[in-house]
């Protein structure tokens, strides 16, 4: 049987700050609201940094359109508070919270280990999580923040459950990985003399380097997907 790969590792892009003309390049990057009335019905999502922002309102649409979402997050009360609205506001209760902080590795295998004692499948999942010019810090490995939680432990997260998404595909809806980059990939430059800013920091540069990682990494996970086989 032919294997539809994750093949639709789809991109999107959120301008920056909402403030004048940035607010219609927001619109401009983000395209026209979905109109669709599609369900997706029990199918299984993942959505890192999902209490709060982006990922709370992409749990929230996809919790109103049947999926089971399961919330990976680093602080479980806060995801608690976050669940407890979208299950009010949506009348689904097949949302879950489940640790995961992306500046731990253990705690990104802890999370894919629990994940794959509790579900069959996963048909969709979505790398939201993200820190951005935050001060000069480290994930529990040593990695530059930024670097480490938007790039490098989506990374992990991604290859730990790759056998999963590759099992749970459909011939009419393959699974799917969603990277949610930035504009601020386009001044990105991967800083290859100092890729972990331990001689001199930039927020800003930190933060796009790490953005753009996010991009390089979708197209290349792409490239080695396509056209895969499975039985
Ligand atoms: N908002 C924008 O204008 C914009 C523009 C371009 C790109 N983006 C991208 O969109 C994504 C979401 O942004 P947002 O605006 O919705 O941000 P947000 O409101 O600040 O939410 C970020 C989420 O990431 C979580 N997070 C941070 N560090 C984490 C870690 N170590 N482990 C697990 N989760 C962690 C946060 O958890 P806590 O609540 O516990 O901190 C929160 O749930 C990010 O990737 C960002 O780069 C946003
Ligand atoms: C980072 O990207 C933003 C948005 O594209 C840009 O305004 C800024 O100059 C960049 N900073 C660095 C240091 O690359
Ligand atoms: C802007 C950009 O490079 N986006 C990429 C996001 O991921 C898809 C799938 O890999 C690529 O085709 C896009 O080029």
């Known amino acids: 049987m032919m294997w539809n790969p994750p093949r639709k590792v789809v991109y999107i892009s959120a301008a920056a700050t909402c403030v004048g003309l940035a607010c219609l390049m927001k619109d401009y990057a983000g395209g026209r609201k979905y109109e669709g009335s599609n369900r997706i019905d029990q199918k ?134 969603i990277n949610v980059s930035s504009v601020a990939h386009w001044k990105g430059q991967i800083n290859k003399e100092d890729l972990n800013s331990d001689k001199h920091y930039d927020k800003a540069a930190a933060y796009n380097q790490s953005k753009l990682a996010n991009l390089l990494f979708t197209r290349e996970l792409a490239r080695r997907l396509q056209g895969k086989c499975v039985l």
């Open 44 to 177: 299984v999502v993942v959505i890192t940094g999902s209490n709060t922002g982006i990922g709370k309102e992409t749990a929230l649409e996809l919790a109103k359109r049947g999926a089971h979402v399961v919330m990976a997050c680093r602080d479980a009360k806060k995801c608690e508070l976050a669940r407890q609205d979208i299950v009010l506001q949506t009348k689904n209760k097949y949302v879950y919270c489940r640790t995961c902080d992306l500046a731990s590795q253990k705690s990104v295998i802890q999370f894919v280990e629990r994940f794959k004692s509790e579900h069959q499948r996963l048909d969709i999942l979505i790398n939201n999580a993200g820190v951005m010019r935050c001060p000069h810090s480290q994930t529990k490995e040593g990695i530059e923040m930024q670097l480490g939680v938007n790039h490098m432990g989506h990374f992990l997260l991604t290859n730990l459950l790759l056998d999963k998404l590759k099992a749970s595909m459909h011939v009419s809806a393959p699974s799917r990985i």
